[in-house]
């Protein structure tokens, strides 16, 4: 028998617009986190692949990938990797992304608050820009545990980009969290399937999830912005990095474009869906 997955209820227009305000005071309390997806950054129109399908776009100019391959970055970097070598996949990321992405008036924005986490999905360093005018932060990132020879899941970089450790991430007023890494300030990636094999593996048991994180999403609600759920892995990341914390979720999204997988996460994550154009919620997000 199938079951009938209840429908959607987008919160729309004016309604969508005094939630998000509220969502905007709750902000400026840290009693929400922001998740962002690379859609926010896109914004800037920067020269970067902003999406999964361009960045596998991107690799498909500059390697021969296999039909199973293209249209996914994950596969084709994976594809690369094993056909060539992993400083090649490397290469190819640091020149995707070698042009500094601009960051948006959000980014700015949620650079001005004390807020105690920002979550940042995408490899580009437009958060990190924002943030440079302080000193009292500092971020975390997801590693590749492929050739290290080290028993780490992530490493830590202060406001400067040296590496430091977990202690220091405890005095810092706000903690940038990259799960899949990012081009600065040193050149982590996690993008191939290998790199998630073990990833994927131990999420459910959060060991590959910082304790610094877990501690500061405690008793706070995610919101996403800019955010696709069009596959399983940004899924299953989202799902896991807001375990375990508050409820009262919220998503911005464009309800026109979502796929029925995007609808039923929404669903069974309890996530309230704003569908408000982009621009316009973070118009409101920086009131």
């Known amino acids: ?12 227009r004016a309604d969508a617009e005094a939630v998000l305000k509220e969502v905007a005071a709750r902000l400026r309390t840290g009693d929400v986190v922001p998740y962002l997806g690379p859609g926010l950054a896109a914004m800037t129109e920067p ?18 990938l296999p039909r199973r391959a293209k249209g996914n970055a994950w596969a084709s ?35 001005a608050l004390p807020l105690p986490m920002i979550v940042d999905t995408w490899y580009d360093g437009a958060m990190r820009a924002a943030l440079a005018t302080r000193a009292d932060w500092g971020e975390v990132q ?10 780490r899941w992530y490493r830590f970089y202060d406001a400067v980009g040296a590496e430091t ?39 459910d048991i959060q060991t590959p999830i910082p304790d610094a994180v877990k501690d500061r999403r405690t008793d706070r609600s ?10 399983q892995l940004l899924r299953t990341y989202a799902r896991q990095v807001s375990k375990r914390s ?12 979502l796929s029925k997988n995007e609808m039923r996460f929404l669903f069974s994550q309890g996530l309230t869906p704003i569908a408000l154009p982009l621009a316009r919620a973070c118009e409101i997000l920086c009131a």
């Open 1 to 12: 028998m199938t079951i009938q997955m209840p429908p959607v209820e987008f919160i729309r």
């Open 47 to 64: 020269a970067a692949p902003m999406t999964p399908e361009a960045l596998a776009a991107f690799f498909a100019t500059k390697v021969a």
């Open 77 to 111: 970097a994976q594809h690369i990797e094993s056909m060539k070598h992993r400083s090649t996949v490397t290469a190819l990321m640091n020149e995707a992304f070698a042009v500094p992405v601009a960051p948006s008036a959000l980014h700015r924005h949620l650079a």
């Open 142 to 151: 997801g590693i590749t545990r492929a050739g290290i020879g080290e028993d």
């Open 165 to 203: 450790d977990r202690t220091a991430a405890g005095m810092w007023t706000t903690l940038l969290y990259k799960p899949h890494g990012s081009v600065v300030p040193a050149k982590n990636f996690l993008i191939s399937d290998a790199d998630y094999v073990e990833v994927l593996t131990e999420i």
């Open 222 to 231: 995610f919101l996403f912005v800019g955010c696709r759920f069009n596959d």
């Open 246 to 257: 508050a409820t009262g979720h919220v998503a911005v999204v464009e309800p026109d474009t």
